[in-house]
């Protein structure tokens, strides 16, 4: 389990870990934002 540990704590692993899992995210919300879209729904900009 030490060595698990000790792997995750590599400068060039938690480089590329958080790397991976912080363009998962943006791309998500990208995709959340395109599902949407600026048209439809409550957009807080379509009332001016």
Known sequence: MA?????WHR???SFIARTV???AILIVLV???SYR???GGHFI???F
């Open 11 to 13: 400068p060039l692993v």
């Open 3 to 7: 060595r698990f540990i000790n792997f």
């Open 45 to 47: 900009y379509n009332e």
């Open 37 to 39: 879209g600026v048209a």
């Open 21 to 23: 899992l912080y363009t």
């Open 31 to 33: 995709y959340l934002y």
